[in-house]
C-alpha cells in the first residue's frame, strides 16, 4: 500500500538530498580466479563466434566491465539484461537509446527464472553470427557462443535456461544466490540442436577499478560484490536513501513500522525487534555500588546476576515485546519463587533495580556489577533488508535513474503543419 501524496511530501522534507559518499573506500574485489578466468576467456576467443555479455538489469548503465570490450576483440556482441523482474523498466526505451549512443544496438531483457524472453536470443545470435566473417570457422556447421559478465548477474542461469527451451532437459552449470559460484572457464556446453550451438560458461569478472565509490555500492546491492567487502548496514542505509529518493515506500508495510523513515539506525532497530534479531553484550560496569549506569544505545533489556551470595543481583526478565516506550523496573524475587516470562512491578523495596526505557529501549539500570545487555543484531537486520530487497519484496527498482534523468533526449525532426 502506497502512502498518500500529502503524507509522501512531508516524510520527503526530511530526508536526504543525496548520500554522504566522502571518506568511502570504492569497493573492489579482484581475486586470482577473475585474472586467471580473464585469461582463459582471452586463449579460448579462436573457438568462439559470439560473446554474449550477460549484465544485471536493474543497472543496465554501470557496472559493466570495460575489460570485456578490449580483451575479447570484435566478436559479434550481445547484450543480456537479466533479473528484468527485478527492474523497473517505466523507461526501457531511453536505457536502450543510452545504450546504443554507447555503441550497443543488440540488447534483450530476460527473466532466466521464468524464462521470459529466452526464445529471442538464439535467433539473434544467429543473424550475428551470420552477418560477420567467421574467419577460419566459416565451413564449421556448429556455433560456439562464451557469456561473459560480472559476478552474480545470471550466466549460468541463462545457459541453463536455453537448455531448459531448446533441448527440454535440466540445467547444466551450477547457480547460487551469491558471487563466485562458476570459478573457471568450463567446457563447452549444449543449448541447441537446430542450429547447433554450445555456450562456454565463465566466472564473473569486475573491473578491478570500479569507476566510482556510488558505482560500487550499485553493484553491491545486486549482489556481484560479496557483502563483508563493502559491509552490509552501509549497503542498507544506501538502499534505504534509494528507495526513499525513488518513493518506494513497501519496506514501511512489510516490516510494520509507523511511518517512512531516513535514518537507518532507526529502521534497523525496528526490523531486529520484529524479527527477534538480537545479541548478548558483556558491559564492564566497573563499580560495585549502586545507581544508574549508562548502557549502549539500543540496548533491549538485561537480565543480570550480581555478586555471588548478593539477592540483589538476581533480577526478573521482563519481555520488552509487551513492554516497549513504559517505564520497566525489576523486583527482587525471592528464592522460592519462579522466575516469570513477564511482570511489571511497582517500587516498594530499598533493594529494587530500575531501569528506565527511553524511546522504546533501554538506556539506564541501576544495578552493581556487570551486566548483559541484550542489543538489536544491527548487521543481520542489515542482511534481512538486502536479501528482502533482492528478492523483489520491496518492488522492482531502477537503480542507474540518476544516469537516465542526466541522458538527453534525441533530438527530433519538427513536423511540418500544414
Partial sequence: MRPSPRAL?????????????????VARWFPGHM????????????????????????IPLSGRNPLF??????????LVLNKM??????????ILQHLEGTGLKNVIFTDCVKDENIKQIVPKVTEL?????RYHRAENLEYCIMVVGVPNVGKSSLINSLRRQHLRIGKAARVGGEPGITRAVTSRIQVCE?????????????????????TGLKLALCGTVLDHLVGEETMADYLLYTLNQHGMLRYVQHYGLDSACDDIERVLKSVAVRLGKTRKVKVLTGTGEWGPRPL????????????????????????CSQSLGKFLEWKEPRVDEPVPQTSLLSPSEPSMARLSCGASFLTTLSVPGDVNVIQPNY??????FLRTFRSGLLGPVMLDRDTLQDHPRPAQTPQRVG
Fill in 9 to 25: 511530501l512531508c516524510a520527503q522534507a526530511a530526508w536526504r538530498e543525496c548520500f554522504p559518499l566522502r571518506g568511502r573506500e
Fill in 129 to 133: 553470427i551470420g552477418s560477420s566473417y
Fill in 296 to 319: 549502549p544505545v539500543g540496548s533491549l533489556a538485561i537480565p543480570g546476576r550480581g555478586q555471588e551470595g548478593d539477592m540483589r543481583g538476581n533480577l526478573w526478565w521482563l519481555s
Fill in 379 to 384: 548487521s543481520a537486520a542489515a542482511y534481512d
Fill in 35 to 58: 585474472a586467471k578466468g580473464l585469461k582463459k576467456m582471452q586463449s579460448s576467443l579462436k573457438v568462439v563466434d559470439c560473446v554474449i555479455e550477460v549484465h544485471d538489469a536493474r
Fill in 194 to 214: 537446430r542450429p547447433l550451438m554450445f555456450l562456454l560458461d565463465t566466472p564473473g569478472v569486475l573491473n578491478p577499478r570500479i569507476e566510482s565509490v556510488e
Fill in 69 to 78: 570490450q578490449e580483451t575479447l576483440g570484435l566478436k559479434p556482441h550481445l
Fill in 85 to 94: 523482474d527485478l527492474a523497473d523498466l517505466t523507461e526501457q526505451q531511453k
